[in-house]
């Protein structure tokens, strides 16, 4: 079984930081892409950044110049520095990745999610 546990999330004033953290556990042979979603009461998941396993990155357009993804493999690990945080950005952060189990196919795995709240 794999589990993803993040941490990180909290309250923070506008103009202030933030860095999640989520590490995968269990028998995992390889993580591809890892990411981190965000979402609002009655609005749908969005995608905020996500990485490859070679280091690619990709942002919405909305965490642009402000939100750095970075992975690290050895410890199958993912993290999200927020900067310069908006009250927009507040939300239920959630971890994903993509991870084959020993001797299993891919899957698509999520974390528990952890809430960031930003006041204006």
């Known amino acids: 079984q794999v589990q993803l546990a993040e941490s990180g999330g909290g309250l923070v004033q506008a103009g202030g930081s933030l860095t999640l953290s989520c590490a995968a556990s269990?028998?995992?042979?390889?993580?591809?892409?890892m990411g981190w979603y965000r979402q609002t009461p009655g609005k749908q998941r969005e995608l905020v950044a996500d990485?490859?396993?070679?280091?690619?990155?990709n942002y919405a357009d909305s965490v642009k110049g402000r939100f750095t993804i970075s992975r690290d493999n050895a410890k199958n690990a993912v993290y999200l520095q927020m900067n310069s945080l908006k009250p927009e950005d507040t939300g239920v952060y959630y971890c994903n990745a993509f991870i084959r189990t020993t001797g299993m196919a891919g899957s698509n795995y999520w974390g528990q999610g952890t809430q960031v709240t930003v006041s204006s």
């Open positions: 990485v490859t396993s070679g280091g690619s990155t």
């Open positions: 269990g028998r995992i042979f390889s993580i591809s892409a």
